[in-house]
């Protein structure tokens, strides 16, 4: 493998990134901040029939979306292997299986093409998504002005719900909250199996709630009491939520009434995109952060986006949207915070690293080799 990334690579490196965190094969490949190409394969069909990811299921999916992915995304970009200045793969967190796969597959690029490897975090991916604009892709929601520090993140998808203070892309990314059960992905797909609708739940809840009454049922917004507020002010929690919807369906069928289908999930929309943004703007007011960062395949939804905007300027919060095809999880993201680490002059990783599932947002990236060479 070649020494330190930053000795004889361009000032706007070649990155090929790899994501296989879920469900999703990414496979990006970026020039600095520039996107050549995002593919993504995923497996959500074969999920489906289960109603929610299956790890093993996931794994296989990966081993056998890689390699095409690969070639189909250094055809987009018009670039061979041997033109890549670094690989770049997602460590965690994640699930530990599907981790694997990606990790596995970017050691032995690396070590085949004698090409520095960078192993990043996943969550901090999701905000280094903002600072790619693909040409031809639709238009961000907010300026194209580049991101300012510090700034509040929250990050919403399957697997997490998270709140994030920025203070540095590549050094400085604190924890503020997280979900302490469902994330809001998870919680969208079961109300919506409860609901008799399809697979993944997000879209569907969405497109059903269009006709509905957000104020028709007072659901719960969970650890939003000022009893909970002390003690977790920036933590998230669906579950209460999830039971509640349950009861009030399974009432309405015990009295042989219809269930209204649209109301309820525009109830329950509305119960986590008001606890979402209220936190999230909470956030920036507590530290002083006028700015305000959305991410993760959740921010497709279309009632979070106008909320988080409308109460957003109330607050005069400026908020940053990615481009939506950067929202979900995608390789590009990390070839992009792996390019941001080699333009900041930090070192490679080694090889010893694995997949960590519940790897700490504080460690952008893994096993430098300064980090390495401190402890050997």
Known sequence: MSGDA????AREPLVLGIETSCDETGIGIVRGRTLLSNTIASSMDEHAR??????EVAARAHLEAL?????????????????????????????????MVGVGAAKALAVAL?????????????????????????APETDAAPVEYPTVALLVSGGHTSLLLVRDLTSDVEMLGETMDDAAGEAFDKIARILGLAYPGGPEIDRAAASGDPRAIPFPRGLSRASDMAAHRYD??????????ARWVEQREAAGEEVPVADVAASFREA???????KALAACRDHGVPRLLLGGGVI???????????????????????????????????????????????????????ADSTLPVTEIQVAAREAAEAHP
């Not at 998230?236 to 919807?245: E, I, M, P, Q, W």
């Not at 986590?272 to 209220?278: F, G, K, M, N, R």
């Not at 988080?308 to 993201?333: F, H, K, Q």
């Open 300 to 354: 497709a939804n279309r009632r979070l986006r106008e909320v988080a905007l409308e109460r957003a300027a109330e607050a005069g919060v400026a908020v940053r949207i990615p481009p939506l095809s950067l929202c979900t999880d995608n390789g590009a993201m990390i070839a992009a915070l792996a390019a941001e680490l080699i333009r900041s002059g930090r070192p490679a990783s080694t090889l010893e690293f694995g």
């Open 67 to 99: 390699q095409p992915a690969i070639d189909t995304a250094l055809a987009e970009a018009g670039v061979s292997l041997a033109d890549l200045d670094a690989i770049a793969v997602t460590s965690g967190p994640g699930l530990a299986g599907a981790l």
């Open 50 to 55: 289960y109603g929610g990811v299956v790890p």
């Open 6 to 9: 930053g000795a004889g690579v």
């Open 236 to 245: 998230f929690s669906f579950s209460g939520l999830k039971t509640a919807v």
């Open 114 to 138: 004698d090409k520095p490897l960078y192993a990043v975090n996943h969550l901090v991916g999701h905000i280094a998504a903002d600072i790619l604009r693909p040409i031809g892709d639709s």
């Open 272 to 278: 986590v995109v008001d606890v979402l943004v209220t």
